[in-house]
């Protein structure tokens, strides 16, 4: 019973292990990098998920606090995004992943000084992961490695470097977790994560600044609702980005920040929900940048 819990748990932390952070957006779209807690199969078979991120920047902040919105050319920045995704378990030991991500993206400037506002679709930057549980005889510790590639639109006239759908750099994604049970019956279990994102090549002059994203969270399984399995989750989660280079504005990108992320996560079988709520508590940027005072995601997933 333990090591299902604690399997269970590493299926949740798998899918932090592929963040769902695959647009650009250096002001603040790797609150999605890390942390999601949501179901994966806990042994050998596939998993295909659609998910659905919402993220509204529109106050200005400087430093640690809130700055007057006239520091800032950009007023808003409304991002959805919808990732298609499929992880497949060869064994306890090895797997692989996808992730195809669409961005709409609103983008509100008064730059060169007259308001107005920009609305782009496109096809976001796709990562394919490779995991490796193996470390531990009940895969509580593992590591992960894979490339972000440069398949999203970076080329849209009316989108600063920063805030394009796709960021044109090919990127090595490199991490490592640990999962483990709170409970001798295997109820409340733990997980931590650390993610780092550095670009191998770039385009068009734009270098976007390297990140490294971690999560630390706590998940009770006790619940039971219907033919639901009910877990509350409860997450912080660690957020550094560098300063963009080349033709990105380094006085107005990078930052680091904390959040804390409550959340819930539906188990019906074969199908699986997960949602969480994404806050900052602290955070600090170079320059003047947007933020958002929350972050959503939905996660829809089904074992085949």
Not at 118 to 127: C, K, M, P
Not at 145 to 154: F, I, R, W
Not at 192 to 202: C, F, K, N, R, S
Request: net charge negative.
């Amino acid at each position: 019973m333990l090591k299902m819990s604690v399997k269970s748990a590493l299926a949740a932390l798998v899918l932090a292990a592929f963040p769902s952070a695959v647009q650009a957006c250096a002001c603040g779209c790797a609150v999605f990098d890390v942390g999601t807690s949501s179901l994966l199969p806990s042994g050998p078979g596939g998993t295909v998920f659609l998910e659905y991120d919402f993220l509204n920047q529109t106050t200005n902040w400087s430093g640690g606090h809130s700055a007057p919105g006239a520091a800032n050319d950009d007023k808003k920045i409304r991002s959805d995004f919808l990732v298609a995704g499929g992880q497949y378990m060869f064994n306890d030991d090895w797997g692989v992943m996808a992730e195809l991500p669409v961005t709409h993206r609103g983008f509100l400037t008064a730059d060169p000084g007259t308001p107005t506002e920009f609305d782009h679709t496109a096809l976001g930057d796709v990562r394919l992961m490779a995991d490796y549980t193996g470390l531990s005889a009940d895969m509580s510790t593992g590591i992960i490695a894979g490339v972000k590639l440069p398949t999203g639109d970076s080329t849209y006239a009316n989108f600063d470097s920063d805030v394009q759908i796709g960021s044109g750099s090919t990127d090595l994604l490199l991490g490592a977790y640990h999962t483990g049970a709170l409970s001798s019956n295997g109820s409340w279990n733990y997980y931590g994560q650390i993610m780092w994102q550095h670009e191998l090549a770039t385009s068009h002059h734009y270098t976007p600044g390297s990140e490294l994203n971690g999560a630390l969270g706590v998940s009770y399984e006790g619940w039971t609702v219907g033919a639901a399995q009910i877990a509350p989750v409860l997450q912080a989660l660690v957020s550094y980005r560098g300063r963009d280079g080349g033709s990105g504005d380094p006085d107005n990108t990078g930052y680091a920040r904390l959040l804390i992320a409550p959340g819930v996560k539906a188990d019906f079988g074969s199908w699986a929900l997960y949602a969480d709520a994404e806050a900052p508590v602290v955070q600090s940027v170079h320059g003047n940048q947007l933020i958002g005072p929350v972050a959503l995601k939905f996660i829809a997933s089904y074992k085949l």
